[in-house]
């Protein structure tokens, strides 16, 4: 269980040290990677609810074993926005360095896996 609690707990601070900046970066990243964000909804929306998925990552840690579901759609989260940009990036729609950020959710999402197996067979409070 100290296990899971790690993992969840570091991927949940990880990625709120990462994600709540971007709310303050609109600007810097239409610069630095043109054209300019032309819909600020997709992007602030994405950032919202990626950072509602860190504090999910949280309570998973607190008791991993009463929210082991919950490491599902987890494992989800991780390797559907991972397995996108890999796509993107085979059909040469994105750079190398685009991609780049999104390898550690394969990572994650592999953690998230083992986290969820290691945690199989120990009963729930009640169960």
């Known amino acids: 269980m100290t296990f899971s609690k790690r993992v969840f707990f570091w991927s949940g601070v990880y990625g709120i040290i990462v994600l709540f900046p971007m709310y303050f970066l609109e600007n810097k990243i239409g610069l630095d990677f043109p054209p300019a964000i ?8 994405f950032i919202g609810v990626a950072l ?14 009463r929210f082991r579901p919950l490491m599902i759609p987890a494992i989800v989260e991780k390797f559907l926005p991972a397995g996108t940009i890999v796509v993107l990036f085979l059909a040469d729609r994105i750079s190398g360095a685009a991609m780049a950020p999104f390898l550690l959710d394969f990572v994650l999402g592999g953690l998230f896996i083992a986290s969820y197996r290691r945690l199989s067979g120990i009963p729930t409070q009640g169960g």
């Open 38 to 45: 032309n819909h600020p909804e997709h992007y602030y929306g």
């Open 52 to 65: 509602a998925w860190q504090l999910a990552f949280l309570m998973i840690a607190r008791d991993p074993v």
